[in-house]
């Protein structure tokens, strides 16, 4: 059995050699290490006035990217949001607003 | 002792599968690998072995859950042929940079079109860049050596490759003929159970395999494919060792046949091998130095070592069953002059089609051929490059 896989040292520099074969990766939770935020081209911004911690959106991001802490809800992790908006839609509040750009 | 049978090169690999016992197989029919899944089918249904058989509705199919089973961990089997392997292709590509050491039994059949059942090499050809180990067998009894060896090597760490055991169409694949049978137990120690290192059901240690792979990573990849490739080629002959302790019969990439002296040389593949080698002895009892190669492992390509093989010839035939459309050689031609380049090799050499479609091959056809040759040699017949061998003109 391999050791789980560090994938913060697997990058664009790495050599052939560093690579595991057919790329497979050991150990489970590698996403959450490998930031793909920048991918956005739009970022939800929370008005914290407006949310009244119904906590709707936190099940409807499809990136996980609503973290739950104590019964509520922090700000968003943009490593990992990919700007896609159904969070905004879904805030029955309009809490919820998507600017331009990361 | 070995067991005395006589089948045809489909019983022998079913027989060889049943001895094996894998944990799964993938299949669906195709003239004329169907007997193949068919006679498993039937040893399952018997309790002879405990193979768990995914019926599948296609080869994308057949060859998706292969892989499929083969990333969960088990020791996963398919078999096909011609237009069935073609429907693979995508995942063919897969099962290799994934690394899957899945085996498949291939009976060559020319591709469609026009439509036709009958033997050539045109499907495994048109995937000899998928990044698949190949091994092709003259006879039963090596599509059934061959078999039992692949698993050895396919699975060994130095290489995780997926692997075709190729067997000509209705040629060999359906012909009964004598075959020197291992005993089970023989067998089942020589292939030994599959343990893989790393594997989807295993709890211990989750992973993914066949992650996304852009830009900055893809020839990272093919590289490392490549170097495995490579590899197997120390890996094919030390199985092969190994294997002729248990079985008297020794394997090497290639045969070579009366090649001691020869000066003329048809370099082939698969079962038209025998009727070269039946022209060899008519034109030895002659006095003329004809020797034969039949190439038995086509990926890795044994390039260097055919050219040193090659080294004393001083006129070689290359033969395709394939055609490549390039208006010049077939597959192996192609690559083997380009190593014969690579060596210096000052030989006469020409590269002929034939069989293709299934047509004939005859001993007539192949003497014929090493009479050319030495004409081309000695300059006393204008020199032919490429042509198609038993053509209607
Ligand atoms: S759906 Fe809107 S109101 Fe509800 S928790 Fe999310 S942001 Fe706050
Ligand atoms: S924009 Fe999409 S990805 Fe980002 S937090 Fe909202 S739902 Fe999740």
Same mark, same amino acid.
């Not at chain 1, 990058?11 to 939770?29: A, C, L, R, V, W």
């Not at chain 2, 292709?89 to 050491?101: H, I, K, T």
């Not at chain 2, 089609?353 to 192949?366: K, L, S």
């Not at chain 2, 040699?377 to 003109?393: H, M, N, S, V």
């Given at each position: 059995?391999?050791?789980?896989?560090?994938?913060?040292?697997?990058?664009?520099?790495?050599?052939?050699?560093?690579?595991?074969?057919?790329?497979?990766?050991?150990?489970?939770?590698?996403?959450?290490?490998?930031?793909?935020?920048?991918?956005?081209?739009?970022?939800?911004?929370?008005?914290?006035?407006?949310?009244?911690?119904?906590?709707?959106?936190?099940?409807?991001?499809?990136?996980?990217?609503?973290?739950?802490?104590?019964?509520?809800?922090?700000?968003?992790?943009?490593?990992?949001?990919?700007?896609?908006?159904?969070?905004?839609?879904?805030?029955?509040?309009?809490?919820?607003?998507?600017?331009?750009?990361? | 002792?070995?067991?005395?049978?006589?089948?045809?090169?489909?019983?022998?690999?079913?027989?060889?599968?049943?001895?094996?016992?894998?944990?799964?197989?993938?299949?669906?029919?195709?003239?004329?690998?169907?007997?193949?899944?068919?006679?498993?089918?039937?040893?399952?249904?018997?309790?002879?072995?405990?193979?768990?058989?995914?019926?599948?509705?296609?080869? +994308?199919?057949?060859?998706?859950?292969?892989?499929?089973?083969?990333?969960?961990?088990?020791?996963?089997?398919?078999?096909?042929?011609?237009?069935?392997?073609?429907?693979?292709?995508?995942?063919?590509?897969?099962?290799?940079?994934?690394?899957?050491?899945? /085996?498949?039994?291939? /009976?060559?059949?020319?591709?469609?079109?026009?439509?036709?059942?009958?033997?050539?090499?045109?499907?495994?050809?048109?995937?000899?860049?998928?990044?698949?180990?190949?091994?092709?067998?003259?006879?039963?009894?090596?599509?059934?050596?061959?078999?039992?060896?692949?698993?050895?090597?396919?699975?060994?760490?130095?290489?995780?490759?997926?692997?075709?055991?190729?067997?000509?169409?209705?040629?060999?694949? +359906?012909?009964?003929?004598?075959?020197?049978?291992?005993?089970?137990?023989?067998?089942?120690?020589?292939?030994?159970?599959?343990?893989?290192?790393?594997?989807?059901?295993?709890?211990?240690?989750?992973? %993914?395999?066949?992650?996304?792979?852009?830009?900055?990573?893809?020839?990272?990849?093919?590289?490392?494919?490549?170097?495995?490739?490579?590899? %197997?080629?120390?890996?094919?002959?030390?199985?092969?060792?190994?294997?002729?302790?248990?079985?008297?019969?020794?394997?090497?990439?290639?045969?070579?046949? +009366?090649?001691?002296?020869?000066?003329?040389?048809?370099?082939?593949?698969?079962?038209?091998?025998?009727?070269?080698?039946?022209?060899?002895?008519?034109?030895?009892?002659?006095?003329?130095?004809?020797?034969?190669?039949?190439?038995?492992?086509?990926?890795?390509?044994?390039?260097?070592?055919?050219?040193? %093989?090659?080294?004393?010839?001083?006129?070689?035939?290359?033969?395709?069953?394939?055609?490549?459309?390039?208006?010049?050689?077939?597959?192996?031609?192609?690559?083997?002059?380009?190593?014969?380049?690579? %060596?210096?090799?000052?030989?006469?050499?020409?590269?002929?089609?034939?069989?293709?479609?299934?047509?004939?091959?005859?001993?007539?056809?192949?003497?014929?051929?090493?009479?050319?040759?030495?004409?081309?040699?000695?300059?006393?017949?204008?020199?032919?490059?490429?042509?198609?061998?038993?053509?209607?003109?």
């Amino acid at each position: 059995m391999s050791k789980a896989t560090d994938v913060t040292k697997i990058n664009e520099k790495s050599p052939y050699y560093d690579i595991t074969p057919g790329n497979q990766i050991y150990g489970g939770g590698g996403a959450r290490k490998f930031t793909t935020g920048e991918w956005r081209t739009e970022t939800p911004v929370v008005d914290w006035d407006k949310c009244t911690q119904c906590l709707l959106c936190t099940p409807c991001c499809p990136d996980s990217s609503i973290p739950v802490k104590d019964g509520k809800r922090e700000d968003f992790d943009y490593d990992h949001c990919k700007g896609c908006g159904i969070c905004a839609k879904v805030c029955p509040f309009k809490a919820i607003t998507m600017k331009e750009g990361i | 002792m070995s067991i005395r049978e006589r089948m045809s090169g489909n019983e022998a690999v079913a027989y060889a599968i049943r001895q094996v016992n894998p944990d799964v197989m993938a299949a669906f029919p195709i003239t004329p690998s169907t007997e193949i899944p068919q006679m498993v089918s039937t040893f399952i249904a018997n309790g002879d072995i405990d193979t768990e058989f995914i019926p599948v509705e296609s080869e +994308h199919s057949s060859m998706s859950a292969t892989m499929g089973a083969c990333a969960a961990g088990a020791r996963a089997i398919t078999a096909t042929s011609s237009c069935g392997l073609a429907f693979m292709w995508e995942v063919l590509y897969v099962a290799a940079s994934d690394r899957l050491p899945v /085996v498949m039994a291939v /009976v060559n059949r020319a591709l469609t079109g026009p439509i036709n059942i009958n033997c050539d090499h045109s499907d495994s050809m048109g995937a000899r860049d998928s990044g698949w180990l190949q091994i092709y067998a003259e006879t039963n009894q090596e599509a059934y050596d061959n078999y039992i060896q692949s698993f050895r090597i396919a699975e060994h760490p130095d290489v995780k490759l997926p692997m075709m055991v190729c067997q000509d169409g209705f040629i060999t694949s +359906h012909a009964v003929m004598n075959i020197e049978l291992i005993e089970d137990e023989k067998v089942k120690s020589f292939v030994g159970s599959y343990e893989p290192e790393n594997y989807l059901l295993n709890p211990e240690m989750p992973m %993914a395999i066949g992650p996304y792979a852009n830009s900055p990573f893809y020839m990272e990849t093919k590289m490392n494919q490549r170097i495995a490739m490579k590899n %197997a080629k120390k890996v094919i002959l030390d199985v092969a060792k190994e294997f002729e302790k248990i079985s008297g019969r020794s394997y090497g990439l290639f045969e070579e046949y +009366h090649m001691e002296d020869a000066e003329y040389v048809i370099v082939i593949m698969g079962s038209a091998a025998g009727t070269t080698k039946d022209a060899v002895d008519e034109l030895r009892a002659k006095g003329v130095k004809a020797g034969m190669i039949k190439v038995r492992v086509f990926r890795p390509f044994p390039g260097e070592e055919l050219a040193a %093989a090659l080294k004393d010839a001083k006129a070689i035939a290359i033969m395709d069953r394939a055609e490549s459309f390039s208006g010049m050689g077939g597959p192996l031609g192609s690559e083997l002059k380009a190593a014969l380049m690579d %060596a210096g090799c000052k030989a006469t050499v020409v590269n002929n089609f034939y069989g293709i479609g299934g047509r004939d091959y005859t001993v007539e056809d192949a003497e014929a051929i090493y009479n050319d040759l030495m004409e081309f040699e000695a300059g006393t017949k204008p020199f032919k490059q490429f042509r198609y061998i038993g053509l209607r003109k």
